[in-house]
């Protein structure tokens, strides 16, 4: 899922595109992606969009005129993605069945795509503050967060400080990806309960989470340069320990772990954040029971163990094996 950092890039790159600009045009796709129906989309053309904003992981047009105040709301979700064409090019070619609906512009096109067959991504097009703000899950920005309002956001409900950096309700923009970053620079597990940090953790937890967006927001637009986002996607070589399962540490050499809960996974550095602990993945844990490794080491012995039995198993040097 495009979160802070992306959301913050296309916003960025779209601004000198579609900034006094009219909406010459509007094509749906799919008409699921339109989740709102009063006013119609169909409205917002002819009209300039005066403003972008984010709200949380949405993306919003602002498109005001003297009559009212319209809001387009674009929350691309897991799989969704903008796509920007200027006039007259096709390349990369855009596969018709991703596409969702596409905005035009005298000065290109605009395309949503999703790609999956879970259809999440949506449009919403509401009139007033009132009716965007309805939209908006309420949490707190976390780059212009105080140390105070920080630990506020995150104390209002006992959760793992993986939960709660990830929750819209407490945190803005923060998904799975950088959460597992941002642990990772502030040496946090991520089962670590926001009921029993200290200050002194909430302010070097809030000094991470400054340092992981502000970084990654600036390494994407300098990536993208004067072009447009194609390839946004939350697993990146660079990242310290997400979607690094298996691989070392960037800063101790350690194999990063994961522990998977639902549909999702953490990925974290046992000798970076939890003092050389395995945590344990619920479902394996159950399964292995007190076969479970409890640290790293006990981890590598298993290893070597395994490799053990198997330079003594029969064939397993081309011979009979041991007798």
């Known amino acids: 899922m495009p979160e802070l950092p992306d959301v913050e890039v296309y916003l960025e790159k779209l601004g000198p595109r579609v900034v006094g600009a009219a909406v010459d045009s509007v094509t749906v796709r799919s008409a699921f992606v339109v989740r709102s129906f009063e006013p119609p989309l169909k409205a917002i053309v002819g009209r300039k969009v005066t403003g972008l904003r984010r709200v949380g992981k949405r993306i919003v047009f602002e498109l005001h005129d003297q009559a009212d105040e319209l809001f387009l709301v674009i929350h691309l979700m ?12 096709t390349r990369p070619a855009i596969a018709p069945k ?6 035009g512009f005298a000065r290109g ?35 212009g967060a105080t140390l105070a309002a920080f630990q506020a956001a995150l104390t209002r ?12 309700h407490l945190l803005s923009g923060i998904g799975n990806a950088y959460s597992d970053e941002i642990l990772h620079r502030a040496r946090m ?9 200290v200050e002194a953790d909430f302010a070097r937890l809030l000094a991470a989470t400054h340092a992981v967006l502000g970084e990654w927001t600036a390494r994407l637009s300098a990536e993208v340069g004067d072009g447009f986002p194609e390839k946004v996607t939350a697993f990146r070589d660079e990242m310290a320990v997400h979607g690094r399962f ?8 350690a194999p990063v772990q994961r522990i ?23 479902a394996l844990s159950r399964l292995l029971r007190e076969d479970w490794p409890r640290t790293l080491e006990e981890l590598e012995e298993g290893k070597l ?9 029969p064939g397993a040097d081309g011979g009979a094996g041991e007798k």
């Open 246 to 253: 298996g691989k070392p540490c960037p800063d101790c050499g």
């Open 189 to 197: 597990s991520p089962v670590k309960l926001t009921k029993r940090m």
């Open 260 to 282: 998977v809960h639902a549909a999702n996974e953490s990925n974290y550095c046992a000798r970076c954040q939890t003092g050389g602990k395995l945590l344990a993945d619920r």
């Open 157 to 168: 409900e006992n959760h793992t400080i993986k939960r709660a950096l990830t929750d819209p």
């Open 109 to 143: 096109t605009l395309f949503l795509t999703e790609a999956s067959t879970r259809k999440r991504a949506s449009i919403h097009l509401v009139r007033g503050a009132a009716a965007l703000a309805a939209l908006d899950p309420g949490g707190l920005e976390p780059m």
């Open 78 to 89: 897991i799989a969704g993605r903008l796509r920007w064409r200027d006039p007259g090019v």
């Open 98 to 103: 991703l596409e969702l609906a596409r905005f």
């Open 305 to 313: 163990a395994r490799r053990g039995l198997r330079d003594t198993e």
